[in-house]
């Protein structure tokens, strides 16, 4: 599977989410997660999941949705991270990794 974890807790503002025009969150924690991201040799990708739709047919002249997403804090407690990418031959293992940040991922670029 690509990700498992013991404990997901999401902390978010209700107005927000309600009425809101930016998804904000107020918080991620994830205890013990098991993450696994595996690239085949032909570039396939076990995080690519999203469904192709035949009927997403965008005109020339439409703007891209903004979509607005700010974390005010995230916490991985005792983590552990597979990268396998058989394209390059690579595979990189964390175990029990421990993270905090924060972020604004409104910017093209941001820092974590």
Known sequence: ???????FDVEVNLMDVLFGDQLSIKGITL????ILVKV??????NY????PSADTVSAANDE???FSLAIERWQIIDGDLTYDDQSLT????LKHL???GSGNFNEQQFDL
């Open 64 to 66: 891209p949705a903004k």
């Open 90 to 93: 690579f595979r990189m293992d």
């Open 98 to 100: 421990n993270h905090t």
């Open 48 to 51: 690519d999941i999203a469904m």
């Open 1 to 7: 599977p690509l990700f498992v974890a013991n404990r």
């Open 31 to 34: 205890e013990q997660p098991q």
């Open 40 to 45: 085949l040799p032909d570039g396939r990708a």
